[in-house]
C-alpha cells in the first residue's frame, strides 16, 4: 500500500495498527502528519538506572519522552492500545554491541527484564521550523540530515559515555535566530540548537563530510546550526555493547498519539 | 559627587532629581541599577506622525517606549514627577540638522508643538545578559559598543528613511545561543539579534572598523551576534533635517522608574 495512505488525515494510531498487521513494513516518514515520532532502545533491566541516569545527564542529546515499567511493552502515556512489540515497522535486536537480528515484530524476543525507553526525535521541532516557513535543506532534498560526532563529550553516568552527536541544518543568520527561536519552545524533543557556526570549535574537522547521514554544507551566505542528535543514545548504547538490546530500525520510528504542538512549551 | 554614589540603591527617581539640580551632570552609565535607561528624541508636531509611522514599521531598531502629549514633557508612564525638560544630565539641540547647544537643561528651547519620543536601549537587555554570565567585551573593557550603518534598509515612513544600524556583541556559539534566547524576551528593548556571523551578508566590509563606538572584533572562537541599534532613529533624524529637534546628549540617558525586568515578556 502506497506511503500515502498514511499521510494527511491519518492518526499515530492508523499508522501503529498498520505496521502491527504489516501493511506499513517501511519507513514512517510521512505518515500521520504532526504526530510525534519517536526513537526507541530498549535495555536490560541491569542497565535502566544507568541509562535513566544518561539520558537525565544529557537531556539535549537524550531527551527520553516515556518509558515502560520493566517487562511491560505499553506506554499509556504516549498511546492508546499501543504495543513497543508490534507497533514499529522494523526492529534491530543487538547481543554484545552486534546486530544480530533486523525483524518487523520482537514479540518472540521479549523478556520480563526488558525496560523501555521512547526518545524525542527532532522531527517533531522540523514540522515546527517548516511550518514557520523555514527551508530545510535535507526535506527539499529528501535525504537524511548531515549528522556529525563532536568533540562535545556527554556526561557520562556507569557504562554509558561517549561524543554528543549533532544534527546540522544550513540557514541564513535571521533563519538562524528565528530556528533558535522556534526550537527553544520544544525543550523535550532536543531544543535549542548546541551551536552555531564554527565547525571546527566542536571539532569538526570537515562541514562537507558528516559521520551520518548525508551531506548538505552550507552555501555562500548561510551558517551551519547544530542540534544535539538522537543518535547519541544510539551511539551511546553501542559502545556500551549491553549483554541484549532492542532498537528501531532507521527511519522505522514509533508512532505515537501525542501531537508535535502539544511538546512545545510556549 | 561620585558617581558610585548613584549606584546600588538608587532609583530612577533619585537619579532624575540630582540631573534635575545639577547633580549629576555627566553620563548616567552606572546609576539606578536595575531601572530602564531610554535615548530621548523630541521633534515638532509636524514631523510627530511621520516618526511614530517610521517606529511602527522598525520596531527592532526604533522601539518606541513612551510618547508624551504635544507640548508636554511628561511621561507619567515611565516616571513619577518626570520631567523631560530637566531630568536628564544634557542635552543637544538641533536646527536644520546642525547641533546649535549642548546644554544641561531645554526648559528655554521649550515649545508648545513638541512632540517627545522615549525609545528604548540596549542597556536594558545587557543587563539581562550580564545577570546570567555572559560576558560583554565592551563592558568589561569600559568601552562603547560597536556599531556599524549596515546594508539592511529600514522601512522609510515619510521623510525618515536610512540603513538599519546595528550593535555587535562577539560571543562564543554557545553564549550567542543563549543571548537570543535571552533577549527574545526583551521585543520592547530591540529583542532578538537581527543576524549573526557573516558581516558581509549586512554590508559590513571590516568588522574591526565600527562606524560608531569602540572596535571590539570577535576573537579566535567567538562569532559576531548583530541586534538592531538606537543609534538608528538618531542617524534617521539627523539625515532627515528636521527644523528644530532636540535629543539626549551621548550617555546622558533619561532614567524612568520602570525597572528593566518589567521589560521580559516571559
Chains 1, 2 share one sequence.
Not at 139 to 154: A, K
Request: charged content about 20%; some cysteine.
Amino acid at each position: 500500500m502506497a506511503r500515502e495512505t498514511w499521510g494527511h488525515g491519518s492518526t499515530g494510531r492508523d499508522v501503529r495498527l498498520a505496521c502491527r498487521s504489516g501493511e506499513i513494513d517501511y519507513s514512517t516518514a510521512g505518515t500521520a502528519p504532526g504526530y510525534v515520532q519517536a526513537n526507541l532502545a530498549i535495555l536490560p533491566y541491569e542497565y535502566a538506572e544507568e541509562f535513566l541516569r544518561f539520558a537525565n545527564a544529557n537531556p539535549r542529546a537524550c531527551p527520553v519522552i516515556g518509558v515502560a515499567e520493566r517487562g511491560s511493552p505499553f506506554v499509556p502515556s504516549l498511546g492508546e492500545d499501543l504495543d513497543l512489540r508490534t507497533d514499529l515497522p522494523a526492529y534491530r535486536v543487538w547481543e554484545n554491541g552486534e546486530m544480530v537480528a533486523e525483524v518487523k515484530d520482537v514479540s518472540d524476543y521479549w523478556r520480563d527484564d526488558l525496560v523501555s525507553f521512547v526518545i524525542g526525535c527532532s522531527l517533531s521541532f522540523e514540522e515546527a521550523l517548516l511550518q514557520e516557513g523555514l527551508p530545510l535543506r535535507h526535506v527539499e532534498n529528501g535525504q537524511h540530515v548531515p549528522m556529525y560526532r563532536t568533540s562535545i563529550p556527554c556526561v557520562p553516568a556507569g557504562r554509558f559515555h561517549g561524543p554528543t552527536v549533532v544534527s546540522m541544518r544550513p540557514l541564513v543568520p535571521a533563519q538562524a535566530i528565528r530556528a533558535i527561536q522556534i526550537t527553544t519552545r520544544f525543550p523535550s524533543v532536543h531544543g535549542a540548537p548546541i551551536h552555531i557556526g564554527l565547525p571546527e570549535a566542536i571539532g569538526i574537522a570537515d562541514i562537507a563530510k558528516p559521520d551520518y547521514g548525508d551531506p548538505n554544507p552550507p552555501r555562500e551566505g548561510e551558517i551551519p546550526v547544530f542540534w544535539a542528535c538522537g543518535v547519541t543514545p544510539q551511539a551511546v548504547i553501542a559502545q556500551a555493547k549491553p549483554s541484549f538490546a532492542i532498537t528501531h530500525a532507521p527511519g522505522s520510528m514509533l508512532v505515537t498519539d501525542r501531537k508535535n504542538t502539544e511538546f512545545s512549551i510556549l
